[in-house]
C-alpha cells in the first residue's frame, strides 16, 4: 500500500552536481524519517543521508559537506543534492522511508526500487 518513486540518477562528469528525488505515495496515515542509501558494486548499501519530520539531518562522514538532504512533508517527499561528485560515488542510490503508519495501524518501512548515479569522465 506504499509506494517510493525515484527519480533524477544518470551520468555526471567528475565535480559536477546531481539532483534525485523520491515521492511516497498509497494509502498510509504518516511517514517518520526518510533517508538515502547506496551501493556500489562489491560492496555493502550504506546510509548516505536521513531526514526527520523535524528537519534533523545525519550524514555519512563520506558525503558531509557535498551532499544535502531535505524534505517536504506535505508531499512526502525526500531529495538529495549532490555536489562535487567523485568516481567513488558511483553507485545504486535507495530512497527509504521509516515508520510508516498504514490505515490498518501498523507500522513499517518501504524501499524504492533504486536508481543509478555514475560519475565518470
Known amino acids: 500500500q506504499v509506494q517510493l518513486v525515484e527519480s533524477g540518477g544518470g551520468l555526471v562528469q567528475p565535480g559536477g552536481p546531481l539532483s534525485l528525488s523520491c515521492a511516497a505515495s498509497g494509502t498510509f496515515f504518516s511517514v517518520d524519517a526518510m533517508g538515502w542509501y547506496r551501493q556500489a558494486p562489491g560492496k555493502q548499501r550504506e546510509l548516505v543521508a536521513v531526514?526527520?519530520?523535524?528537519?534533523?539531518?545525519n550524514y555519512a562522514d563520506s558525503v558531509k559537506g557535498r551532499f544535502t538532504i531535505s524534505r517536504d512533508n506535505a508531499k512526502n517527499t525526500v531529495y538529495l543534492q549532490m555536489n562535487s561528485l567523485k568516481p567513488e560515488d558511483t553507485a545504486v542510490y535507495y530512497c527509504k522511508a521509516d515508520g510508516i503508519l498504514t490505515m490498518n495501524f501498523k507500522t513499517l518501512d518501504a524501499w524504492g526500487q533504486g536508481t543509478l548515479v555514475t560519475v565518470s569522465s
Open positions: 531526514i526527520t519530520t523535524g528537519g534533523s539531518t
